[in-house]
């Protein structure tokens, strides 16, 4: 029986030119130490906007305000999973961590695109086009 995909959603959270990645704490299941988007599984019964906002809650005690779907990337490390990406370019609130992340830090494009390169190739044009949607205020 082939293992069950998890469905899960991420943010780039853009402003100014940045954004927000958080370094996972070294003792978290999935991805123990490494730099990700803010997200999670999304829960049964909810979309996928609904799955953000609560996990952006959750995560960063913020209320996201603009959200505009990006694209859904997969993998199968450690398990099958699907991860629908969204941009949040407006949000109610300071991001502040509240869980998961040893660390918080607004990144530039170029930085933001090495920390997430070796979690998946499709990250980076991801980025770039969450960078440009945000400049153009869509």
């Known amino acids: 029986m082939a293992a069950r995909q998890h469905d899960c959603v991420g943010a ?3 402003q ?3 954004v927000l ?9 999935w991805l123990a130490g490494a ?3 803010f997200g999670g599984h999304v829960e ?3 979309s996928g906007p609904q799955a953000l906002a609560r996990e952006l ?8 305000v603009r959200i505009e779907y990006l ?5 199968d490390a450690p398990e099958p999973w699907k991860l629908r990406l969204y941009l949040v370019t407006q949000w109610r609130g300071e991001p502040r961590n509240r869980q998961e992340h040893a660390e ?3 990144c530039t494009l170029d930085e933001a695109q090495q920390r997430l390169a070796g979690a998946h190739a499709r990250f980076a044009p991801l980025l770039k086009t969450a960078f440009e949607r945000a400049a153009r205020g869509s």
């Open 12 to 14: 780039f959270l853009v």
């Open 16 to 18: 100014a030119g940045a």
């Open 21 to 29: 990645l958080g370094r996972r704490r070294d003792d978290c299941d």
């Open 35 to 37: 730099w990700d988007v």
């Open 44 to 46: 049964a019964g909810e």
């Open 57 to 64: 809650d959750e995560e960063l005690g913020i209320e996201a």
């Open 71 to 75: 694209d859904c990337i997969e993998g």
């Open 104 to 106: 918080l830090r607004w």
